[in-house]
């Protein structure tokens, strides 16, 4: 069964450090992963995805992620965290036969002044 | 940049009642889906559509569910008969091409909170 684990409810980290929010999957085929944020009564957005190609996906707002298959993980991460990151942030996962997205629990990430 | 739009932004009703949550898709795109995500829970798929019909649907999108596009620009979400477990945000989302599952623009939610 494909299932998407983001470990940490919560990450914590000051202002112009680097930050990393964690995601792990399991799917049967090929995976196509995602990243989303929520924002205070906002809906989702999308930050970036890996469906093939470079390991190092670069997305929207200065966050990236990397796709390690032998890890089956897609960790996000931003070289210095702004206040205005902080969010709820989710990863979501499909494998290519089966369009339905399935999501992680999410991650509330707080950056601190 | 184009947006969902979702309304109520939130709606309360009383258990046993019927629902219509509207949204909007952006407008040139062809598929479209329902999510709801429960206070403190994941993101949860319920349905998705295409060319007039039911593409997909998970577990949730029960008989109570039924999802329509009445006309070239809404998309709707009725709860026939309210529960108190449906009380939820609900997400609309569309997307030009599922495919390649390209990004999914989300709307706003409604917030149905059923008493």
């Known amino acids: 069964a494909q299932s998407v684990a983001q470990p940490e409810d919560q990450v914590n980290v000051a202002e112009g450090n680097p930050l990393t929010v964690k995601c792990t999957y399991s799917?049967?085929?090929?995976?196509?992963l995602f990243w989303y944020v929520q924002y205070p009564n906002r809906g989702l957005q999308f930050l970036l995805k890996y469906i093939t190609g470079d390991n190092l996906v670069k997305g929207s707002y200065g966050f990236e992620a990397e796709f390690n298959k032998s890890q089956t993980s897609f960790h996000l991460k931003k070289p210095s965290a702004l206040v205005s990151d902080s969010a709820l942030y989710f990863c979501a996962v499909r494998d290519g036969s089966n369009y339905q997205l399935i999501w992680g629990a999410g991650t509330k990430l707080i950056i601190k002044p | 940049e184009p947006e969902v739009t979702q309304t109520p932004s939130h709606q309360v009703t009383q258990m046993g009642q019927e629902v219509i949550l509207r949204c909007v898709p952006i407008?040139?795109?062809?598929?479209f889906y329902w999510y709801r995500q429960i206070l403190g829970q994941k993101v949860e798929f319920l349905v998705s559509f295409y060319n007039n019909e039911i593409s997909e649907k998970s577990e949730i999108f029960d008989d109570q569910f039924s999802v329509e596009r009445p006309d070239g620009s809404n998309f709707t979400l009725k709860i026939r008969s309210t529960k108190l477990e449906d009380s939820a945000m609900y997400f609309c989302?569309?997307?030009?091409?599922?495919?390649?599952?390209?990004?999914?623009?989300f709307g706003s939610g409604t917030q149905l909170s059923v008493l």
């Open positions: 989302a569309s997307s030009a091409d599922r495919a390649t599952n390209e990004k999914l623009f």
């Open positions: 799917v049967s085929g090929n995976p196509y």
């Open positions: 407008s040139n795109h062809l598929y």
